[in-house]
């Protein structure tokens, strides 16, 4: 395990090695001490993705290396660009280029400036502020997921990139979209643009035959960092994975319930699945 504070790593045995990493940009759950945030724990947990590291913690026995970040989304969000600065959260111009995206405008940027409409901070937060959290969480964990990206790319000739998350069951209405029944399992590729149908199909496949209900790119296509790292055409597939989070944990306890195994049995299986056909393709 690396000892970095903004990430914990996870390798395979030596000789093991595969071509696939994962990183679980939101499970972080050290909150650094200047969080200065009017928010309770349970509603700062809510940002959270909850457990997801445990869920994939098997991935080195499979040949994956696993990256997850210590701090959590609310603090900085890995998966935004350093562009997506919410000008309305800070108490000066930034200095730097700013071009928001569209979950920007809803409060959820690089820093978030609300957390389902309710505001995190009692203040602006200065620019020295949001720069401290750049330096020392977002560039060290990107520092890290590129290194790691373009060593086993160029060591295998070949990468398959798992970027692993958990949504909340109201995420249609978090997005702002109309309301519908949410998957159990959400795969993101960016419509179609970072990762080959064959290891989209055996993803979903898999899923689909442990019992769970699977779309694509409805509502997550996937961000900023399958956005960076993938690349099919040069042998870089790179696709994003969502699991429902009542599919493994209870909403009022903030705890795994009894199909937190389930769950995790089915990504195991995924993750075996992955692991032939990288063998046989790699």
């Known amino acids: 395990m690396d000892p970095h504070p903004a990430y914990q790593l996870l390798r395979p045995a030596a000789g093991s090695e595969l071509p696939i990493v994962l990183d679980s940009p939101h499970s972080g ?11 309770d724990e349970t ?6 993705d909850c457990f997801v ?29 350093l562009t ?19 979950k920007t405008r809803l409060g959820f940027g690089l820093v978030f400036r609300l957390m389902k409409q309710r ?3 009692g203040r602006p ?12 969480c977002w560039q060290p964990y990107h520092d890290a997921l590129r290194s790691l990206l373009d060593d086993t790319h160029r060591r295998f000739g070949a990468l398959w990139h798992l970027n692993v998350h958990s949504m909340g069951d109201d995420a249609y209405k978090t997005l702002g979209l109309p309301e519908k029944p949410l998957a159990d399992f959400v795969l993101g590729d960016l419509d179609g643009t970072t990762a080959d149908e064959p290891t989209m199909l055996l993803i979903e496949t898999v ?36 699991v429902k989070k009542s599919c493994y944990m209870d909403r009022r306890t903030l705890q795994p319930h009894e199909d937190f195994a389930r769950v995790q049995q089915a990504l195991d299986a995924m993750l075996q699945a992955l692991a032939g056909h990288v063998r046989h393709h790699a």
């Open 125 to 136: 937060l200065t620019v020295a502020e949001v720069q401290r959290r750049i330096h020392q």
């Open 119 to 121: 505001p995190i901070y």
């Open 84 to 102: 997506e600065i919410d000008e309305l959260l800070l108490d000066a111009p930034w200095p730097g280029e700013v071009i928001p995206s569209p």
């Open 43 to 48: 509603a700062r947990r809510d940002a959270e």
């Open 207 to 242: 899923l689909r035959d442990h019992g769970f209900g699977v779309v694509r790119n409805d509502p997550f296509k996937g961000v900023e960092i399958i956005r960076r790292s993938g690349r099919p055409a040069e042998g870089r597939r790179a696709l994003q994975i969502e």
């Open 29 to 39: 759950t050290e909150w650094p001490a200047d969080f200065d945030s009017l928010l």
């Open 53 to 81: 590291d445990r869920l994939y913690a098997h991935a080195p026995q499979h040949g994956a290396t696993l990256l997850a970040a210590r701090f959590p989304r609310l603090y900085i969000d890995p998966n935004r660009a």
